[in-house]
């Protein structure tokens, strides 16, 4: 539906640029019939994507949604085995693939794997394609996105047509990008702003650049040969954006909108970036894979207010996550589910159309009146700001990405030396958070940091890799034998500082 | 929300007093605000409800998020 009336409103208005090749709405449009053409004749349940960004990212979002079946974009930092794992979840699915990614898997049977640049010319047609004119049933999934859980397996959560729609029509207004706006997607296809930044630009008219892999070289070059206007990133991209800006003789002269979220954002790094960019509205937004992406946001003049303002309770808001969206309800609760009141801290709980709180394994995690357990820990202000502190539970967010402690404890159990592990996260300017650890030898056993390190990262990915190891007599537990994390994160908190 | 499922009739005539147009796009409000439906393919014909003409309603800009 939101593909149909852009390509109805502008049909020739370029919707999509990635390296020389571009598509209109129109042409997009008819790319993503034929794919779902294709999906619907191999009898596919899911469309699966395991690339980069390119031409192929809406081509199949739109494809799927046409043919009504999942997009279920995966991402390529997993390892061989957790791929075949998830793959092995979506039989009968097409994956549109490249050879750098499936080169060394075993794609199990079910699983029709198809090269991007195949895929690409098989949709790309001038014939006109047979519109049934149906949509979707509302109420079916749309998105299916693998998140980390607490205990490591990927959880599959679900966002139905409704949710995006939701979303969508309650935070963008339709058609209201100028021609001559272009947006930089430069998050990888699998997270859930990737997703949300095709979509609303879909619907505000606004042309896609797709930007393969960040790097801030690439970024600021892409945005000063493309006229990018606005861009996504998340807080480890715009550390490295503002410490190349200096270095780059690059012109951001139509840059007008940075929108950024995915993780805590170091106040450092958003003041320099607010300094360093004085034309450039910024944007903090607050979301999560199953609400759909965007719930809270902090604006452009609130963001110039704080960091200009001698009032410690406006300046402070620059740490802040901003309001919920009009179509969003938030509430802060304690242990017992009671509301709680301005400053006090708990977990925050959201409701409204495009929050999806569910997962296909275990079906929706709604309570009856249709609230959300984000499990991030937070508090609101007398104002209605929301500030975040963590997550509830112990998940680390290393630039965006979610890390659960436990994968990492369980390797380095299983180093024959190390008798005890814990992982947790600790502040870091570049990441937000990143991986640190806490470790008991074994009697009469020595190894150094250095070694226990390469022992992760020969078998996890590199984020998974402590960037600190304690080595400590024993670990701190509780009476009941559960450790006790958030003391090991205020241990590496403290060795942090003490680095500095 | 409801899913658009039927196509609309081609053969219906336009009415004089209806036809200020549907812009695509755009939501339409009655007057007590009950009712809002969005326009996905604009035309010459314009929206009632209980016979009161609907109008446009001003959604407050948000900033990019995404």
């Known amino acids: ?500 | 929300m409801l899913a658009p499922t039927e196509p609309a009739s081609t053969e219906a005539r336009l009415d004089p007093a209806h036809s200020q147009g549907t812009l695509i796009g755009k939501r339409y409000i009655d007057a007590q605000d009950r009712v809002e439906m969005l326009c996905t393919q604009g035309g010459q014909g314009s929206l009632t409800f209980e016979g009161v003409a609907m109008t446009v309603k001003q959604a407050k800009a948000l900033p990019s998020s995404d």
Request: proline residues 6%; contains cysteine.
């Open chain 1, 1 to 500: 539906m939101l593909l149909d009336m852009a390509a109805e409103a502008f049909p020739n208005r370029i919707a999509l640029t990635s390296g020389s090749a571009s598509l209109t709405y129109r042409e997009l449009q008819t790319a993503a019939h034929r794919a779902a053409e294709r999906i619907r004749a191999c009898g596919c349940r899911h469309a699966a994507l395991l690339d980069t960004n390119s031409l192929a990212v809406p081509v199949l979002l739109f494809g799927a949604a046409y043919a009504a079946v999942p997009y279920v974009p995966l991402s390529y930092r997993l390892t061989g085995r957790e791929l075949e794992e998830l793959l092995d979840r979506l039989i009968p699915a097409t994956l549109v693939t490249t050879a750098e990614y499936v080169g060394a898997l075993r794609i199990p049977a079910g699983i029709e794997a198809v090269e991007r640049g195949d895929f690409l010319a098989n949709v790309s047609t001038v014939e006109p394609v047979h519109h049934t004119g149906e949509y979707p049933d509302p109420t079916s999934p749309a998105i299916q996105l693998f998140t980390s859980g607490t205990t490591g397996k990927p959880k599959a959560a679900i966002l139905r047509h409704q949710n995006a729609l939701s979303y969508i029509l309650g935070s963008v207004e339709f058609g209201s990008a100028a021609e001559t706006e272009a947006t930089l997607i430069a998050v990888p296809p699998y997270h859930v702003a990737g997703i949300a930044a095709v979509l609303s630009s879909t619907y505000a008219g606004r042309r896609m650049v797709m930007l393969p892999a960040f790097d801030a070289v690439q970024w600021l070059r892409t945005c000063a040969a493309e006229h990018i206007t606005h861009a996504f990133v998340v807080p480890t991209m715009l550390a490295r954006i503002i410490d190349q800006l200096g270095g780059e003789e690059v012109t951001l002269s139509a840059l007008r909108s940075i929108a950024y979220g995915g993780g805590r954002m170091p106040r450092t790094v958003i003041e320099r970036a607010l300094r360093l960019l004085p034309a450039v509205d910024f944007t903090n937004a607050y979301g999560l894979t199953e609400t759909s992406s965007t719930i809270c946001l902090l604006a452009p003049g609130e963001h110039r207010a704080a960091l200009d303002s001698q009032d410690p309770d406006v300046r402070r808001r620059l740490g802040s996550v901003g309001k919920p969206l009009p179509g969003i309800e938030l509430q802060v609760r304690d242990g017992a589910g009671r509301e709680l009141g301005p400053d006090e801290p708990g977990v925050i709980f959201v409701r409204g159309g495009q929050v999806a709180g569910e997962y296909r394994d275990t079906g929706s995690m709604l309570d009856v009146e249709g609230w959300f357990c984000t499990r991030d820990y937070g508090w609101l202000d007398r104002e209605g700001y929301v500030y975040l502190d963590g997550r509830a539970d112990d998940i680390i967010v290393r630039g965006g990405e979610n890390i659960s402690p436990g994968e990492i404890e369980a390797v380095l159990l299983a180093h024959p030396a190390v008798s005890d592990a814990v992982a947790a996260g600790m502040p870091s300017e570049e990441w937000g958070e990143a991986v640190g650890a806490a470790v008991v030898m074994k009697e009469g056993t020595a190894v150094c940091a250095a070694e226990l390190q390469q022992w992760v990262r020969e078998r996890l990915r590199s984020s998974r890799v402590p960037e600190l190891i304690l080595f400590r007599e024993r670990l701190p537990y509780n009476e009941m034998g559960k450790v006790l994390r958030c003391n090991v994160r205020a241990e590496l908190s403290a060795a942090v500082c003490d680095m500095r």
